[in-house]
């Protein structure tokens, strides 16, 4: 599936039943994360969140040899620690805007995703990649750690000891080591990717957006609790859509055989 991009660096593309596409375009930087990046992403996430017609968001990169290469170390050779701090302030923003973004939104990872370029696909809701992507975080090679949340995204996404391995050798892992170890959902063959993003992207977006902002707040809510006070977090946010338009819609969508049509009213 061909983006056509030409916007630098960083390129919307709206898909049918509320998809949105958006691709890193820094091809001569390996799509590499730089202050300009982060501050043009933060600003189009907070956008796309007020935006009714987006449901459902897909990050990637341009072309098939990265995904991101990580914090563009060209832009900060020679930086003071003043300016360091400032710049990542802006990283940081981005990263929040990932995590916090009030829809789904997840990653499909074309090629190598490194160091802040696997912490922006860490920050969302999950990842696909082709058969050509690599994770990792060399933060350490470099006398520093990531600061985006790889040290805290990765021990919950993986097991414990192997993201304690990854983040202490700065090693990488290919796509079916990721696969193996539940990084990422599904490993495709690069030309398939995107196909398969949109496929998942579409499936999402045909629910209704009601149940998905509660289903992924649940998750979330529930993700550190013992089992008792998560089952009440789950029956807090189920009770908030007993009375709601989508749930009447849905079910009665499904007794007369026809495709529901939500509109998630506020």
Wanted: glycine fraction near 8%.
């Amino acid at each position: 599936m061909d983006l056509n991009v030409t916007e630098r660096p960083l390129a919307v593309r709206p898909f049918e039943s509320g998809v949105m596409i958006l691709v890193i375009h820094r091809p001569d930087a390996l799509n590499a994360l730089n202050t300009e990046l982060a501050v043009v992403l933060e600003r189009t996430l907070r956008e796309l969140a007020s935006d009714r017609a987006a449901r459902v968001v897909v990050l990637t990169g341009s072309g098939d040899r990265a995904f991101c290469a990580g914090a563009d170390l060209k832009e900060r050779r020679g930086m003071s620690a003043d300016q360091w701090r400032t710049q990542h302030d802006r990283f940081e923003a981005a990263f929040h805007a990932l995590r916090d973004f009030p829809k789904p939104v997840f990653a499909a990872v074309n090629g190598v995703a490194l160091g802040g370029g696997c912490e922006l696909a860490l920050n969302t809701d999950f990842i696909v990649a082709s058969d050509t992507a690599r994770f990792g975080q060399p933060e350490v090679k470099l006398g520093i750690i990531p600061g985006g949340g790889g040290t805290q995204h990765l021990p919950r996404r993986m097991p414990a000891g192997l993201a304690r391995q990854l983040l202490m050798t700065g090693e990488s892992i290919d796509a079916d080591a990721a696969l193996r170890s539940g990084l990422v959902n599904s490993v495709h063959a690069g030309d398939a990717l995107l196909g398969e993003a949109v496929r998942i992207a579409t499936a999402i977006a045909a629910n209704s957006p009601a149940a998905i902002r509660e289903v992924r707040s649940a998750v979330r809510a529930g993700a550190s609790l013992a089992i008792g006070p998560a089952m009440d977090v789950e029956l807090d946010h189920y009770a908030r859509l007993v009375d709601h338009p989508d749930r009447y819609e849905g079910i009665a969508a499904f007794n007369e055989r026809r495709a529901p049509r939500f509109q998630d009213p506020e």
